[in-house]
């Protein structure tokens, strides 16, 4: 589906409906980076290639695994999760929710943080938002277990807010851990959130369907379930961007 708005009245269309997704979300005000304001005349940018890959993580330090010699597999990692209290997250939540899924997974989403369902039953994407990208995982042609599911936070925020950036430093170290020993093949970003989170890019609207890397690995941006259940006409974008993965993985593309 091709627009026919002109680039600055698609930003503000877009800015409309993420505003209006926030609210939803229950966050009465969104911090917007300065850069980004001033980035609004520059012409769109081009799509980066997987070889190519500009991006960086933004967060370098070690992974916290505390003995690495001994039992470094997801479910030390979960472990560790369990009984963190790096960021001040850990004072609200319920359940950590570490994520879920294929230890071996071709593909991993990777979420913002978890809501109020995640934070109940300690598993991600459970609530309306789960349950399509769960019709998503499936119209790729896999089952929801042969993906991995993760987030860039493992406690909930208060609020269902985005998370801070000092939370998502604090927290990333899990995802990396989770990353090195999955060691999947694409990694699928759901969100502004989660490309900011993993690799410091903001802009999702612009940054989605473009290739770009974390550490080695081929990483697709594309929109939240929770933006897709409020915008009908962006699954279109989603599925465009879902439909690259399985070509980049070799996968039969359903029509
Ligand atoms: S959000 Fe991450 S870093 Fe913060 S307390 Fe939870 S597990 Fe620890």
Known sequence: ????????????????????FEAEEGRSAVEIDPAVIAELGAPPATGTSASEGTAEATQTEDIPVKDKSKGSDLESVAAQIAGCTQCALHTGRTNTVPGEGNSQPEI????????ADEDAQGRPFVGRAGKLLTQMIEAMGFQREEVFIANICKCRPPDNRKPERDEMDACIPYLKAQIALLKPRVIVCLGGTATEGLLGLT??????????TFEGIDVMP?????????????KHDAWADLQAVLKHIGRTVPK
């Open 222 to 234: 594309t929109l939240h379930p929770s933006y897709l259940l409020r915008k009908q006409s962006a």
């Open 1 to 20: 589906m091709t627009s026919t708005l002109d680039p600055f009245s698609k930003l503000v269309t877009d800015l409309e409906d993420y505003m209006a």
């Open 203 to 212: 802009g999702i609207t612009k940054i989605r369907g473009s290739w770009h």
């Open 108 to 115: 991993m989403f990777v979420g913002e943080a978890p809501g």
